[in-house]
């Protein structure tokens, strides 16, 4: 298996998707945790490009950008458990939407969670219509790739926690079960699965994180929980 | 091989890269070329997330997203020429640099044609230092994945073209062989590459197109040649 590092922080979903993975694997590793305000020489070091968490090191060889990691640690660690389908169709199916969770997706949810007024209204109205072309994709379903579970879940897996915890840190609402019913679903059903539901960053230091956050914009809070 | 047809534009750098890796797998398709002021019916129908080109339609179910693309035709169409290594690890740093393509160089050097005066310069200067970064990373190799070419030339393939395109239409310099020999060296390779050499768009209308785009910014142009 070789000597296996995952430099992270303890509340980066992006890294979180990558904890998730090596877990499934069986993979064992060491985990260096980061601080964004005072990044170490070894992160600077192994990714110079974008200079951010997660990176992986592998017997001394830096793997970074999290949907690489996810599918080198796919092909690296490729007895037992299957991420990626074998179908090459299946396959081209989940990097798009890997690639829409992380370029739309997620953005337009960052964006309505860092600002207010006008802004935060559309910001509110492209992460809703960006999550309905996703509950679209996973309805009839029961993972994203059908009946098992596999690389897309590890992809969304954090909408099945960060926006409710943002709600509950920021009174920002966007999931409902009327509005999102397969989505809700999947939420509760990947939320069961042991590695998943044993390895979520402390919901209430994310409350707090995300409501510091919000306060050191200036932005007031309505209603927070 | 089934029934292929490329949706296109005559002038995208994005389906340009899978019309070179449909031509160097030998895959027969048809090309049905767009016109994105007026998007066909079958171009919202296959790409409704996007309404963007390029769309490989293969067997009548559509592939969207140039990158996914590539690795679907690498995955498909296997018997030869392969794009990407066998290594995991090479594959990884092979989907790293190709994100970094799309998202930051490419993004960047778009930005520098867009704009003027300060804004230029800022992008300019963000152009530069991805460039850099590319230079540094095919430092000492004939093609992006070493002896071979492969994936990552068809992604950067279009820096061998396009920037001079648009010096020509714009007097806009950004490559020259002092700072980029790396680049500038492969450039010519590459571009001696036949199936690459017989495929670019025509450069007199690219320059056009260019130049109409600027002038109808309201940018004024110093010395169009």
């Known amino acids: 298996m070789g000597e296996v590092k995952l430099f992270r922080t303890w509340s980066s979903l992006f890294a979180l998707r990558v904890v998730w993975a090596l877990k499934l694997k069986g993979v064992e590793y060491e985990t260096i945790y980061e601080d964004l305000a ?10 110079p490009v974008h200079k951010k968490v997660p990176v992986l090191l592998h017997n001394g060889i830096p793997i970074c950008e999290s949907l690489v990691i996810l599918e080198y640690i796919d092909e690296t660690w490729n007895k037992g458990v299957r991420f990626l ?26 964006r309505y969670f860092m600002s207010q007024g006008e802004d935060q209204d559309k910001a509110k109205e492209n992460a809703l219509e960006n999550l309905k072309l996703v509950e679209e994709h996973l309805k009839g379903k029961k993972f994203f790739g059908g009946e098992k579970f596999g690389f897309l879940d590890l ?14 840190a920021g009174n920002l609402k966007l999931l409902d079960k009327q509005m999102f019913p397969s989505l809700c679903t999947w ?11 044993e390895n979520w960053p402390d919901e ?21 929980n």
Chains 1, 2 share one sequence.
């Open 187 to 197: 939420m509760e059903l990947f939320g069961d699965v042991p590695v998943i539901k």
């Open 38 to 47: 005072n990044k170490s020489s070894s992160l600077l070091e192994y990714n």
């Open 204 to 224: 209430e230091a994310l409350i707090l994180k995300f409501h510091e956050t919000r306060q050191g914009l200036g932005i007031y809070i309505s209603s927070p």
């Open 85 to 110: 389908p074998e179908d090459p169709l299946a396959r081209a199916t989940a990097r798009f939407w890997a690639k829409f969770n992380d370029e739309q997706v997620f953005p337009s949810l960052f």
């Open 155 to 168: 992809v969304f897996g954090w909408l099945a926690r960060y926006p409710g915890i943002v709600n509950k």
